[in-house]
């Protein structure tokens, strides 16, 4: 979707929809590194959520599609030299604050009021699109965990109390394999009975 209204009206003109910033084909072209779009806030308010960014999209047909797509693609060779690529960072950082809540820098939610809504539903979907013809290095995974800091957590996960089922009499039947930074491989056991 294209836009015909100048941006130095956006906030006169009540018919300003929509903003695009170059073309698939006609990209903006960028030779230094730094921030094309930027927008920066402080809050102090003391109750209600504040948000910098607020997306929603409303699906009332049949289409499909996302509220945010970030789409990042490598064409230079040897690409993230001094650093990494990704399709989208998102952090929460605690600087001399406190959490009294909960405190994500990531909060995956799915859910609604349908009674039976459908389809294949999941809070995350990890998704590979390699081609037919590449080579994985043994370090490539579906999921990585890193510790950028000194101080190290411990906990791989926090789950609810009900998935977690100890049980000692069936056989190992199953193995999930992870790899290490390394790429060398260790395996989950599993059990094909409960």
Same mark, same amino acid.
């Given at each position: 979707?294209? +836009?015909?209204?100048?941006?130095?009206?956006?906030?006169?003109?009540?018919?300003?929809?929509?903003?695009?910033?170059?073309?698939?084909?006609?990209?903006?072209?960028?030779?230094?590194?730094?921030?094309?779009?930027?927008?920066?806030?402080?809050?102090?308010?003391?109750?209600?959520?504040?948000?910098?960014?607020?997306?929603?999209?409303?699906?009332?047909?049949?289409?499909?599609?996302?509220?945010?797509?970030?789409?990042?693609?490598?064409?230079?060779?040897?690409?993230?030299?001094?650093?990494?690529?990704?399709?989208?960072?998102?952090?929460?950082?605690?600087?001399?604050?406190?959490?009294?809540?909960?405190?994500?820098?990531?909060?995956?939610?799915?859910?609604?009021?349908?009674?039976?809504?459908?389809?294949?539903?999941?809070?995350?979907?990890?998704?590979?699109?390699?081609?037919?013809?590449?080579?994985?290095?043994?370090?490539?995974?579906?999921?990585?965990?890193?510790?950028?800091?000194?101080?190290?957590?411990?906990?791989?996960? +926090?789950?609810?109390?009900?998935?977690?089922?100890?049980?000692?009499?069936?056989?190992?039947?199953?193995?999930?394999?992870?790899?290490?930074?390394?790429?060398?491989?260790?395996?989950?056991?599993?059990?094909?009975?409960?």
């Amino acid at each position: 979707m294209s +836009n015909s209204i100048a941006i130095g009206v956006a906030y006169a003109d009540p018919a300003f929809q929509s903003v695009q910033v170059g073309s698939s084909s006609v990209p903006i072209s960028i030779s230094s590194a730094g921030v094309l779009n930027g927008a920066y806030a402080t809050t102090s308010a003391t109750s209600g959520d504040t948000r910098l960014s607020y997306n929603k999209l409303t699906f009332s047909s049949t289409g499909s599609g996302e509220t945010i797509r970030a789409f990042s693609v490598v064409t230079g060779t040897g690409a993230a030299a001094a650093g990494t690529i990704n399709g989208a960072h998102i952090s929460m950082e605690v600087q001399g604050g406190t959490i009294s809540g909960a405190g994500n820098a990531l909060r995956a939610t799915v859910g609604g009021t349908t009674a039976a809504p459908g389809g294949t539903l999941a809070a995350i979907q990890a998704d590979t699109n390699w081609d037919s013809g590449v080579t994985l290095p043994s370090t490539a995974s579906w999921i990585r965990f890193t510790e950028s800091g000194s101080a190290k957590t411990t906990n791989l996960f +926090n789950l609810p109390t009900a998935m977690i089922v100890a049980k000692t009499a069936a056989a190992v039947t199953h193995t999930i394999k992870i790899v290490d930074a390394a790429g060398t491989a260790y395996y989950l056991m599993a059990s094909s009975a409960q």
